[in-house]
Each structure stands twice: as C-alpha cells, then as structure tokens.
C-alpha cells in the first residue's frame, strides 16, 4: 500500500481520496482503541449507573473543542462529533456492562 500525499501535496482528486480513505484507516484503528477503554470501563466500574457520568462528558467535549480551537478547527463542529462519539461510547460500555456480569 503505497502512503497518501499530505493535502498540501495534492494535485487531483484521486490524490485527495487516497489521504481520506487512508485518514479514515487511522481513525477506525484509533476508535478500536478506544472502545478498548470502554471494554476496561465496563470492567471497572462496579455500579451501571456510573457508566454515564455527564461531568466526564463534558470534560471530554471541552477537551475537544480547546484541541480544535488551537487546531484552527471550529471547536463547535468537532464538539458535535464528538458528542456523537460520547454517546456511542456510552451506549457501547452499557452493553459490555450487562454482558459481562450476565453470568453471574
């Protein structure tokens, strides 16, 4: 597989759609990893309803939107996927919650 061109580097739309799919790669190698964390979260966290924490979301989407902001991102756009992510997360750790104490 060859590496795409960074997007200063582009010079046709093939060009571009090769750094997209390859950035997409990466950003579902990153998720696996942190769904990872949710599998550990799940493991962890002895009482279900302490895998929603509302305080911990919005410590995450504050992050988020401060990396954004000195990204030269709109912290506001990157805010709303990430609460996409949050909440998936969430729902995702719920699930692993209930499936692993099924047995007991």
């Known amino acids: ?20 799919d390859q950035v997409d790669r990466e950003l579902v ?8 964390y949710m599998n550990a979260a799940a493991r962890i966290k002895a009482d279900r309803n302490s895998v929603r924490d509302e305080a911990r979301k919005a410590q995450v ?4 939107a401060r990396e954004a902001e000195a990204a ?21 750790e719920a699930v692993e919650w209930d499936r692993l104490r099924a047995d007991s």
């Not at 989407?61 to 988020?64: E, R, T």
């Open 1 to 20: 597989m060859t590496v795409a061109k960074f997007p200063q580097d582009c010079e046709t739309m093939v060009d571009v759609r090769a750094g997209v």
């Open 29 to 36: 190698a990153l998720l696996v990893r942190r769904f990872g």
């Open 61 to 64: 989407l504050d992050n988020v």
């Open 72 to 92: 030269g991102l709109e912290p506001a756009r990157l805010r709303a996927v990430w609460n996409e992510l949050v909440e998936q997360s969430i729902a995702y």
